[in-house]
């Protein structure tokens, strides 16, 4: 259930949701700690208390005190170092009477000197009157009726355990032990021990503030990490997801993404490359669409001089026009198969390269191996022989598909091969210019270009060699030009200056090491 909710949010609010089942968790565990904390601390102060109830029954055992207010007063002075560091100690009999309270009593140190019986004999002389005056003090400091506290124990199945109880006021935090007095296994009063413990409360309310002030901090800094999260992450992100959904329904209406791109961050990275990878796309769909134009275009033509010759055929009688209408007939159904052998080997190939990775490669090594392979088959059949100068290096290191290299090498060569006359010789030439690029250059003795601007020799299905027409689709060249494009490489084509033939040149990028 819970991941299906997670499943319908958004970024943001999965997080703040997150965060606010982690904060009411933390928050609970909190609420325990604080509830255990009072407890824990009232238990250590009612051990103290426990023991020095203990301590003073065993002294009125061992005394034989009596509990009545004449011995009672009596044993409270001769033990005031028990009660030294407590608030307020007082002592019942068994009807729940108060016969002896610290309060009424002076118990400094100092009142207990080498005049203490003088004392005692003036108490005894006035205690009428200290009797009933303490007793109404008793009645206005005490807040919390002992008595009925006192009688609910003693009827309690606890009688004879020690009993702690705490009392909250605006000012004061005040914890109680009692606990009955037994002798000779009958009770004979209680003993009560009463501490204003204020320093629980403010250790219960330092924790609270810590955590409150805490739970403050930690809530503002999720709203500003949220914040930050939202304006500089999550809106990005759905620019990207807008952009995106613009690009798949073909909208024409603006994106953010330009925005984006200006970032340095890793956003900034992948909207680049979203862009760039969109591009391509586009420029990919576009070329699809152009070059399927382009060989419809091509293949109507020879289709028509096709179903033209074939009708004829069908009314001459003439011989030598039928041979020639053959011819025609022949060469157009040449020209439709390698335009579409071309084609399909092509877009076999832009699929490949697109799964192909680059690799530092020894371009002299590649060429040396077309061109025995080439020598190999023409030398022999057409006596034409190709000559590889490669001097000015050992090595000639490109950033290269090997394969594509060697598709490069064998389309120009066969274009040199195919300008060529029998017995005339191809050079291939590898340089190293001063900036590190290096130039291949294959130089053939043919005919050489008849166009004024040879650039157009590089589009697709163009030829000028009419009376070959069904040997070539006129998309060697152009292939040749995309391969050159992939490898961030230049191509020209010329004529030789002072003599027959052209020159095809190719500049490779430095590889950077």
């Known amino acids: 259930m819970f991941d299906f909710i997670l499943k319908k949010l958004s970024i943001l609010k999965k997080f703040l949701l997150i965060n606010l089942i982690a904060f009411i968790l933390i928050g609970s565990g909190t609420v325990i700690y604080l509830k255990t904390v009072q407890p824990n601390l009232i238990k250590k102060k009612s051990v103290n208390h426990i023991k020095i109830i203990n301590n003073t029954i065993d002294h009125i055992k061992r005394l034989n005190v009596k509990f009545e207010i004449n011995e009672i007063r009596s044993f409270l002075f001769s033990t005031r170092f028990l009660f030294q560091n407590l608030d307020r100690v007082l002592l019942f009999d068994n009807n729940f009477n108060l016969i002896g309270d610290t309060d009424t009593l002076d118990l400094d140190p100092r009142a207990f000197s080498s005049k203490l019986d003088v004392i005692e004999e003036e108490i005894q002389a006035d205690k009428e009157q200290i009797i009933e005056k303490n007793i109404t003090e008793q009645k206005k400091k005490n807040k919390i009726s002992i008595k009925n506290i006192l009688i609910e124990y003693s009827q309690s199945k606890n009688l004879g355990i020690p009993y702690s109880y705490t009392e909250e006021t605006y000012n004061q935090f005040l914890l109680t032990t009692i606990k009955n007095v037994t002798s000779n296994g009958e009770n004979i009063g209680y003993l009560a021990i009463s501490e204003n413990a204020t320093e629980i409360r403010a250790a219960i309310n330092e924790r609270k503030t810590f955590i409150i002030r805490t739970a403050i901090a930690v809530v503002i800094v999720i709203l500003i990490f949220s914040y930050v999260l939202n304006r500089y992450f999550l809106k990005p992100i759905k620019n990207l997801v807008s952009y995106t959904k613009l690009v798949k329904e073909k909208s024409k209406d603006k994106s953010n993404i330009e925005l984006i791109k200006n970032r340095n961050d890793e956003l900034g990275i992948l909207s680049k490359s979203l862009e760039e990878m969109t591009n391509d796309l586009h420029k990919r769909i576009n070329t699809a669409e152009n070059f399927s134009t382009d060989l419809v275009h091509e293949i109507r033509n020879p289709l028509a001089s096709l179903k033209s010759a074939s009708e004829i055929i069908l009314d001459t009688d003439d011989k030598q026009q039928r041979d020639k209408l053959v011819r025609i007939v022949s060469h157009d159904v040449e020209r439709i198969e390698r335009l579409i052998t071309d084609y399909s080997q092509m877009l076999k190939d832009e699929v490949a390269i697109t799964k192909e990775k680059m690799k530092k490669i020894d371009l002299k090594e590649i060429v040396n191996s077309v061109v025995d392979d080439f020598n190999n088959i023409y030398n022999s059949k057409r006596g034409i022989n190709i000559n590889l100068k490669a001097n000015g290096s050992k090595h000639y290191f490109v950033l290269g ?113």
């Open 401 to 513: 598909i090997e394969n594509r290299i060697e598709q490069i090498m064998a389309n120009l060569l066969d274009n040199a091969i195919s300008f060529s006359k029998n017995n005339q010789k191809i050079d291939v030439e590898l340089i190293k210019n001063k900036d590190g690029q290096i130039l291949l250059k294959i130089i053939d003795q043919g005919e050489g270009f008849k166009e004024n601007d040879t650039n157009k020799i590089f589009k697709r299905f163009y030829s000028n060699r009419p009376e070959k027409f069904g040997e070539h689709s006129g998309l060697g060249l152009n292939i040749v030009k995309n391969l050159v494009d992939l490898h961030n490489g230049s191509i020209t084509a010329s004529n030789n200056k002072g003599q027959k033939g052209a020159r095809v040149e190719i500049v490779f990028p430095k590889v950077q090491t």
